[in-house]
Each structure stands twice: as C-alpha cells, then as structure tokens.
C-alpha cells in the first residue's frame, strides 16, 4: 500500500476513543484499594442498583472552567483524585484475541459513521459507570450523526492529528488496528483509567477494581487464557506495566499481528506478577468469540423467560462478577443490522443483555 493510499485512508477513517474522568469529591489513596483481586475475581462485589445518571451537562462544558481540548491534563492527578475511561471505536479493527482467525480486511469505502452498537457501548459506560465527564477522540466524525446526536451534551469531542502523534507508524504503513494499540496506551500512560473497545458493554460498575492495589488489571482472553486482551484496559497513569508495555512497540515489526497487544502482556503477567493484576476470562471476556451463535441466536419463549431470571439474578449480567461483555463485532454479523426496534422487541441473549441501556 502506498504511503499517500495510507494517509489518505486515516483522512476518512473516524479514530474515536472515549475519556471519561470520574471526578472525585474527596481525596483517594494513591494506591487503589482492593483486596481480593489479586485472588481472581470471584471475590468482588458488583453493584447493578445506581442512581439515575447525571453525566457532564452541555453548560457545564460551555463553562470557562472547562478546558477540552486539553483532555485528562486538565483534570486533577489521577493518583488519588480521578479515572479515566478511553474507547477507540470499532472502526479501526480490533481483533485482538481472535488468534485463529485471517486478519481483517484494511480497506474501507468511506467514512464511518456511528452505529447503535457504538451508541450502546457508549451509553452503557454513562450508566454502568457514571461518569462526570466523557471525552471522544477523534481524527475526523460526523458530528451529525443521529446515535452521537443523541450523546452529544454528555461527550467532550478531542481532536487528534494522526500525522503530527504517529508520524513513524504512517510512514512505515502499520496497520490500523496497531495504530489504535498504541493510542489506548498513550491515552492511558498519560492520564490513566480504563480503556473500552467500542463493541465493550459495560454492565456493572467498575468501584472495586478502581480500588485495587495494582496499577493494571488485564482480562484473561479465551478459554485456554493464551492473551491477555487489550480489549479492556485499567491502568494508572505513568504505571510501571504500561510504561514497559508502551516501550515494547518500539520492537514492532509489521506484519505481525497479537504479539504486542495480546501474547506479550500474557508472558509479563507471569514473569513480573506485582506490576498488574489478572481477571478470569469470565469479567470480561465471556462468552468468547466462538460463542456468537448462543449470543444471537432467537430464543423460544421459555428459553427468554428464563434468561430474563437469570440477568435478574445477577443484577443486569448473565453470571456472578461478569463487568462487561464483549460483543465482538468483527465476528458478529448481526450487529451490522442492529436497531432500537431489534433490541427492544426481539429476544435473544445479546439484546435481552443489552436492552436496559436503551433509552
């Protein structure tokens, strides 16, 4: 591909991402506290039951206090006063931890617009998370959209000049997806939070994990646990993990595929265990890809009265300590054809699981 071919594919492509900073009133410790996570998660505590959501109002970002443009760097250190949440939109193909998967296609015919599965990725973190400010990163998006429009008084819009941030990356023509590893991992060196692919549904809240005593906590990927996905990513800033984790990008050579996002920090995990914490397949990453069929497939009566026991059983999840679940959108075709009027009338698992965040 030519160079000029690559840079005038990043002109049309939109590179979204999600910040969003939990302003705390009081003062936190500088480490996070969390007991149990180092043990695996079946010991955390979720919460489903929240207030209503009060997410940053469209006058509260209008006032002279409120800078946008500067991101997280605003905001207040995150050792003790904020978190930052950070989502690239599926747009730049993310599929990381589909290892027997081909890679996927690299050209795109124009611009993309925003989809009722970003809308409800994005929505649920407002919910699940209650955030105090939202921050969408982005090269170029149509502010226009009717799914943004309807985010719009909750989402600070970041602009970002992929030319002058990743000058050597385009010129030695990586591929989108490694471009946007390395974005998440600027973002959240930087400032530090929580990153979210865009097909990431967030179906609880992440307090306790906030809390823990590891500056990074990485989901299990897969039921053989190969990865670690970067699907979902909590990291204090400047942490000690994602330094070591940034600096390995430096030995990237294009052409390979997971090494970096995915089988790398499964291999740091083992060898240097006190920097980061690990999470069962099961908060994050489960079902697995392999499991789309079950996910989407028409549910008899019985099957959906059922189900719905179930997520109330779990307070909105389909099993005990599940956070998030992964859509994974480059292997669920059904997600092409999503719309309010499918998730609200139709009953399979996915828009039963998904349904509450409609709104």
Avoid at 30 to 38: P, Q
Wanted: glycine content about 4%; aromatic content about 12%.
């Amino acid at each position: 591909m030519s160079q000029f071919n690559f840079l005038a594919k990043f002109a049309i492509l939109v590179i979204a991402s999600v910040t969003i900073l939990y302003l705390l009133g009081t003062p936190q410790p500088t480490t996070w506290r969390f007991n149990h996570v180092a043990a695996g998660y079946q010991h955390a505590t979720t919460y489903y039951t929240r207030p209503p959501f009060k997410g940053k109002l469209a006058e509260e970002q209008q006032s002279s206090k409120y800078h946008p443009t500067e991101s997280a760097t605003s905001a207040k250190s995150l050792t003790g006063t904020n978190t930052t949440i950070e989502t690239i939109a599926h747009n730049i193909q993310d599929p990381h931890g589909l290892q027997e998967l081909d890679e996927p296609q690299e050209e795109f015919d124009d611009i993309p617009e925003e989809t009722p599965e970003d809308y409800l990725a994005m929505r649920a973190a407002l919910v699940s998370l209650q955030p105090d400010r939202l921050n969408l990163h982005y090269t170029d998006l149509n502010n226009g959209n009717e799914w943004l429009r309807k985010l719009h008084a909750n989402i600070t819009f970041i602009h970002h000049d992929l030319q002058q941030e990743y000058p050597k990356q385009i010129e030695e023509n990586w591929h989108l997806a490694h471009i946007s590893d390395v974005m998440r991992l600027d973002i959240l060196q930087r400032d530090g939070g929580i990153y979210f692919d865009t097909d990431v549904i967030a179906l609880q809240p992440f307090d306790d994990l906030l809390h823990s005593p590891k500056d990074t906590i990485l989901g299990n990927d897969g039921r053989e646990r190969f990865g670690l996905c970067n699907g979902i990513i909590l990291g204090r800033k400047e942490a000690t993990f994602m330094n070591r984790w940034k600096a390995s990008y430096s030995s990237f050579e294009v052409g390979e595929w997971n090494t970096h996002s995915v089988i790398l920090p499964k291999v740091w995990s083992l060898a240097f265990p006190e920097d980061f914490c690990t999470l069962s397949p099961s908060a994050f990453f489960w079902p697995s890809w392999d499991s789309i069929q079950y996910m989407h497939e028409p549910l008899t009566d019985a099957q959906a009265r059922k189900f719905e026991k179930t997520l109330a059983s779990h307070n909105g999840s389909m099993y005990p300590h599940q956070l998030a679940y992964h859509a994974w959108h480059q292997v669920a075709p059904q997600l092409d054809n999503l719309a309010p009027e499918i998730v609200m009338t139709r009953s399979t698992r996915f828009v039963m699981l998904v349904r509450r965040f409609i709104e």
